[in-house]
């Protein structure tokens, strides 16, 4: 099957500089794939912290048990990812092959296994035969390198039909620092694959503490507030590792995510993951629109939130807009059935920005061909106020084709 | 469109036997069909009681209010349902038009509006022009009989591709009565067309509190157990009426759902309700396979019952199904993302009756050419086991095809 690239693709990629204290290498190691690679190695200087968030499905895979486990540490000197293979629902032999991974990056790199951040994405269900990774450990540690950023975001890609890479720099104290992150994911879980996987570096001098709760904070409204079909992987993954290589160029040691030295750095951290996170929405599976739903004059944000996940989640939606159909009665259906505080008669929608539905009722003033033009673009604003408060938030989220049922439905070949 | 009739359809259409105290009619009222009726009018003796369940949704549609504030009162001399056209969103205009009529109906059967029951399925946010009915409902009332059971549920059809009717007789006392029902409906939402609807009729003696106690333990493990694409329409209504003319035949006058001389009237109206329910998912929006989803082993019902509506709402399950795919992985993945209790090493899974998956990895014994024979029956049993408690439910859907969204999505005509 092929599908192309995204027509919602970036326009441009931009160029990573490099991370001091970081390099990268990748290799193909067989798992799955021909002809391309499928494992990616980082290497971190001694002293690097790390922080993450991972999936909360009840049945993880092998590699998020490990890398929770490992998180409480907070120090990284590796981290293997790799496609073809998610090393999900495996078992015991699941955890032996996560445990053998780290061990052989381990013994290449001349770390301690616990140092070792793992990340697998691809089949569920398959042992991960992790013998493969033993022919090529020696060869991407000697080859890695500080300006492998676009081929490392290749070689995690799994039905992504772009990689996705953006980068920021930030003021600290005297130094420049750099924040570069790498994902991929193309529905929250892709055709027997899973997962959403994301990894930042940066050379900033920060804590492990510090970063998980910067981290926390930015999180919500960046990864966990895209859907693409309301399936959470079972490995969704994101791993922020900090060198603290920029203290030799004068930054100063950060202890505390609310250190005000950080905030051209939250600046640009929140950047790294709100680009991420939008590219995944715009490599949906069979996307063809980019949908922003906005949510305001809720009872609080946590409502908008339901509401508009409600929204972005429903297969009518989502099928209308794939329909150019601004058919805001399947919004209202949607409000309807969040089970959050709504009331009909307040309710107001517009379609990229022209607004259709006022206090209940079709807008006597809605003009249907300014509504069908603006349907015909590639990235739709739905707009929803229900006039009950002051809570307000934001999702994106990607249209529903038949490319998405012919990803995912059409028979194993 | 055309889309044919549903592969899944029942293979024979019951005959439906007249209910005493019930008379029909149907007639073409023009709300937005051509050449096809769209208005069915129930008319009830004296002395009907009458009791329901209406959707959840927090914007319901004008005639769910209507029902709502009548139900209280408990007795229904009339049903009003239309198709066309949901008065859903409709403002004033709405609850207006859901008066007017209630008001037509009431001065064409000689009753008080108040006890007219009202139902409309259709588009969302039009207003409906309730003074059409003024000129179909004399003609309605002269017309009325008591065997025109299929007539009614071809009125009551949106984008349903066949009517739905179910049948079951019961011993009362020394009496025999009768239980029918009708319904629509093949999504939760349909294209622009809102709308579960279910009507059931019982010339049994029981009181309306007696028959809201029966109605509300039976439709938990029927209506509420069928999901198609997860959407929950405004306008969700399910009511029963007992015109109670059995007495005359010498059924006793029942007050209590636990009347120990109901058995065998629970006993049919469940069959009833439970295969309108199963011919609700046979017809979901371009389905070809009917799934059932069975979950045991959670720790209690609503937990096994929440795990069920995960996978029955996955849209990558529902597409593995669509291409005949075993795919348990995707299952694992419903399973994990929904929130209860479930421990990843001892979930087994099975699809057709054969185990793919025990304690958390592949079955070893799982043989795939038997799984793929399964998968390309009509009829897909899906059963989970979590091995943690003994609580247990099932629920029905269907697979998620191409079909729904060209169904759902393709460009208004």
Chains 1, 2 share one sequence.
């Not at 032999?93 to 996560?98: I, L, M």
Request: hydrophobic share 45%.
């Amino acid at each position: 099957m092929s599908h192309g690239i995204s027509p919602l693709a970036p326009k441009s990629v931009p160029h990573l500089p490099p991370v001091a204290g970081v390099r990268l290498a990748t290799a193909a190691a067989g798992l799955r794939y021909r002809d391309r690679t499928d494992v990616m190695l980082a290497l971190f200087d001694a002293g690097t912290a790390v922080a993450g968030t991972l999936t909360r499905s009840k049945c993880p895979s092998a590699p998020v048990d490990w890398c929770r486990a490992r998180l409480r540490g907070g120090k990284a000197r590796a981290l293997v990812v790799n496609s073809g293979n998610a090393n999900a629902f495996t078992g015991k032999n699941g955890r032996d092959a996560a445990k053998l991974t780290a061990e052989l990056a381990a013994a290449a790199a001349g770390c301690k296994p616990g140092e070792v951040f793992l990340a697998s994405t691809g089949v569920i269900g398959e042992p991960l035969k992790a013998s493969a990774f033993d022919g090529v450990m020696g060869a991407l540690v000697a080859g890695a390198h500080p300006d492998r950023w676009l081929d490392a975001a290749r070689a995690i890609m799994t039905t992504d039909t772009f990689p996705k890479v953006a980068t920021a720099s930030a003021r600290l104290g005297s130094a420049s620092v750099i924040i570069n992150g790498i994902a991929k994911g193309a529905g929250m879980i892709a055709p027997d694959m899973a997962t959403m996987l994301a990894f930042v570096f940066t050379d900033a001098p920060i804590t492990a503490a510090a970063l998980q709760t910067l981290l926390n904070r930015n999180v919500d409204d960046t990864f966990n507030a895209v859907t693409v079909d309301g399936d959470t992987s079972t490995s969704d993954t994101l791993l922020a590792f900090a060198t603290g290589a920029a203290r030799a160029r004068g930054a100063p040691r950060i202890a505390s995510a609310s250190d005000p030295r950080l905030k051209q750095f939250r600046v640009g951290l929140n950047a790294v993951l709100a680009s991420l996170a939008e590219q995944i929405a715009r490599d949906g599976e069979g996307a063809r629109k980019l949908v922003e739903i906005k949510v305001e004059g809720a009872v609080s944000k946590r409502s908008a939130r339901r509401i508009a996940l409600s929204i972005a989640n429903s297969p009518l939606v989502k099928t209308a807009i794939a329909g150019e159909d601004a058919n805001w009665g399947r919004v209202v259906m949607a409000v309807g059935k969040a089970g959050e505080p709504a009331d009909r008669d307040r309710l107001s929608i517009w379609f990229g920005g022209i607004r259709v539905a006022h206090r209940g009722e079709r807008d006597p003033a809605y003009d249907e061909a300014a509504v069908a033009a603006a349907m015909k673009k590639p990235e739709i604003l739905l707009k929803v106020a229900l006039g009950l408060g002051r809570g307000r938030d934001r999702v994106l989220t990607c249209d529903l084709t038949k490319d998405y049922i012919a990803i995912n439905g059409d028979y194993r070949s």
